[in-house]
DNA sequence: CCGGATCGTCGAAGCGCTTCGATGATTTCG
DNA sequence: CGAAATCATCGAAGCGCTTCGACGATCCGG
């Protein structure tokens, strides 16, 4: 491997005049700048990372910490790490893949050995016990997500409450009296996700301000829990029109028990989704949804991370307007007056 | 942040006796050791990673290279990727997540830059352009998967033509004579990721070897695309009573045609799949498998690649020996004489 | 009781880069 | 036209670690 010794010498500079050129902090002159950069090709040299991170004090690498088998569903999961990955090497930056299991010794190993310039963080809980670890290390981190207390941290995520709000919005222009939130898993509220509770709070909120009579109702991932679901929908509010469904894991499910139960999608029933648009548009019916717009969270997250490691303004906590996009799943109720 | 000079001030000793405590290159006093390891303690000292890279050219880093949004599932790449994690850490070696797109440049970027001491490559196609490059890195690669010529890189995978001869075994021990393979999309044929030929050659010979008479079928990943499958098998082989689905994107459509159509699984049709174990489980009905060990495939890779780091012996090519589970899927076939 | 191993530790060099201060060379301007 | 400012480049120090050779001290056998 080359090293800028080689580089320099190629091109008949010191090997500081080839860091200058590589970084930009000093003016070189076009022509040198040229002999150097020829230098640099003809020896197909890359600079050592490690060397780099020892003089320079920065990996350009970013750390992700992804859950490992969460109830949060695969392929978001994926959209959020690939995201981060495509985002950071837009940056310059690489991405170091960590799991929620490494747990905070994890984040304070990487850290401490200055593998990273910062953290970025899925799937935090209300009181994630990672926090006080993360605001202890030098790196800065965001969070994709939002604890109870995000002080210190910044935290980029989808504006919950204003989905739901979106979700009852649209059903009630519509003129659904009687709607259903059929949610995540009792897992997700235990273990103490806020997206859930934010999303609940919006609906509650939602649906008084909408004068709607309105029941929710969390939902296992299995094909008895939705049964249960479903029925205890119907058992606590006879006469639902309208579902939102904020559980990806169930999303296909709730489908086929509707069906089953011969009632049309939505003819009989609208469903309102809240999940990415590829899955709302894998659906045997393409679902009107409020999007999760994991490509645009990741790459908030990444541009967040940036912005702290180069000391610009950020704002701390940064929720993103849902979009909720009609396709053929809602419709105005069988009978407008509910 | 703590620096080793700062530890062996600490403990009395001398910065390379630190070094010699932390890797148990040179023997140590009992006595010494001790007092090292409670000053690294109380100081909290993690050797920084680009320090320790410039010095001994080793990393502890491994490169893994996922798919971005190819035409496998996405499941599966993620089960690869967190086995491949999770192995890692076992071996004190952290992930460096680079997606396929950036091709070639960003193998070579990470490699010549230092950044990792071996690569892993997922979803290699037959003649894969990355190849070349790879055989040219100073670091050993392994690849999930296998390309026509794997001279000089190992490789790693499930054997997929024994998996295709186990799941017709299967299906011949109950006395199946007709049976069709629901392949994967023309899409990763044309792409050229063998494991689907690889498949397809196992089906084959394996019909062949046990008489039976079968149909082979790409088959896109949509509703439309299922349904002209199935037309499509019906029409060349009549009387079919088993399907070998190969194509975790449609399988649970295939159950619901089929269904739809008034067949029952398995009384009136046989469905084996070939999918990872907890895809085979959350399907409407568990389905008898050809279980995709990515787990264990990914933790073979890993393996493989520090024992190339150490220097010791691997096989060039390691196929995995399939499992087949039978689950409530598969039954002897209605009428026993085909 | 002495010469040669063996053991435990140290000091110094060096890994490849960045960065700071210094230094000529050139330009600017009163 | 000379002093001051600006420009382009260089040299050297230093980032924090590993590793090699060296060196006393302890051990062994004869």
């Not at 990487?110 to 963080?121: E, F, K």
């Not at 009989?268 to 999760?292: E, G, K, Y």
Request: charged share 20%; net charge negative.
């Amino acid at each position: 491997m080359a090293t800028i010794n080689d580089v320099a010498r190629a091109a008949g500079v010191s090997p500081s005049t080839v860091s200058y050129v590589l970084s930009g902090r000093r003016p070189i002159s076009e022509r040198t700048r040229e002999r150097v950069r020829a230098a640099i090709a003809e020896l197909g040299f890359h600079p050592h990372a490690g060397a780099r991170a020892l003089a320079s004090s920065r990996t350009n690498v970013l750390a992700l910490v992804v859950p490992l088998r969460a109830d949060v569903s695969v392929p978001v999961i994926m959209q959020f790490a690939t995201a981060v990955v495509t985002a950071s090497r837009s940056h310059n930056h690489d991405v170091l893949l960590l799991t929620k299991d490494e747990g905070t010794a994890g984040l304070e190993r990487v850290a401490h050995s200055t593998m990273v310039d910062a953290l970025i963080v899925m799937d935090v809980e209300r009181d994630d016990v990672r926090l006080t670890a993360l605001r202890k290390l030098k790196q800065p981190s965001v969070l994709i997500g939002l604890p109870e207390d995000p002080a210190g941290i910044a935290c980029v995520d989808l504006d919950f409450e204003a989905a739901a709000a979106e979700a009852l919005r649209h059903l009630a222009w519509y003129g659904h009296r009687r709607v259903a939130l059929v949610g995540p898993s009792p897992a997700v509220y235990r273990r103490g996700t806020t997206y859930a509770e934010r999303f609940l709070t919006g609906f509650t909120a939602a649906s008084a301000g909408l004068g709607l009579e309105t029941v929710t109702h969390p939902c296992e991932p299995d094909r008895a829990g939705v049964r249960a679901c479903l029925a205890d929908i119907d058992a606590q509010l006879p006469g639902v029109t309208a579902l939102v469904v904020h559980n990806e894991e169930v999303l296909r499910m709730v489908l086929e028990e509707l069906r089953a139960d011969g009632r049309r999608v939505p003819a009989d029933i609208s469903v309102v989704a809240i999940c990415p648009r590829d899955v709302a548009l894998t659906m045997p019916l393409p679902l009107t949804s409020v999007d999760i717009p994991a490509h645009d969270v990741g790459g908030l997250a990444v541009e967040t991370a940036m912005r702290l490691l180069d000391g610009r303004s950020i704002e701390p906590v940064r929720l993103l307007p849902p979009t909720l996009v009609e396709r053929e799943s809602s419709a105005p109720p069988a009978t407008a007056a509910g």
